[in-house]
């Protein structure tokens, strides 16, 4: 069982930046791939970034590549989001998500614990 609490979001300016955590309980952090998801109301829930547990392989999604970076401390059980020069379509939801002893991908289906979000607000 892998309990997630994000933290981090809130209000910045268009070209600002955050970094969002996400805290995993549970001994086996260190097995799973990690990903962030994002999503506004009445769209589907969107990927953003995916690292594996041994942070050697990450992957953007291409909204957001070049200006997010996906790291993990796995010492520490978390998993960051640098999100640098803010766009007000960045606006929505973020989620933290594990895969335990997973392949690395974009779809939400092949995560098995899920976070309760942390709201991100780009003003423009």
């Known amino acids: 069982q892998v309990q997630l609490v994000e933290s981090g979001g809130g209000l910045v300016q268009a070209g600002g930046s955050l970094r969002l955590s996400c805290s995993a309980s549970g001994r086996i952090f260190s097995s799973c791939t990690m990903a962030w998801f994002r999503q506004v109301p009445g769209k589907d829930r969107e990927f953003v970034a995916t690292?594996?547990?041994?942070?050697?392989?990450?992957s953007y999604a291409d909204s957001v590549k070049g200006r997010f970076t996906i790291s993990r401390d796995n010492a520490k059980n978390t998993v960051y989001l640098q999100m640098n020069s803010l766009k007000p379509e960045d606006t929505a939801v973020y989620y933290c998500t594990a895969g335990v002893r997973r392949v690395p991908t974009g779809a939400p289906r092949d995560y098995d614990y899920w976070g309760q979000g942390t709201q991100v607000t780009v003003s423009s």
């Open positions: 690292i594996m547990w041994s942070s050697s392989w990450t």
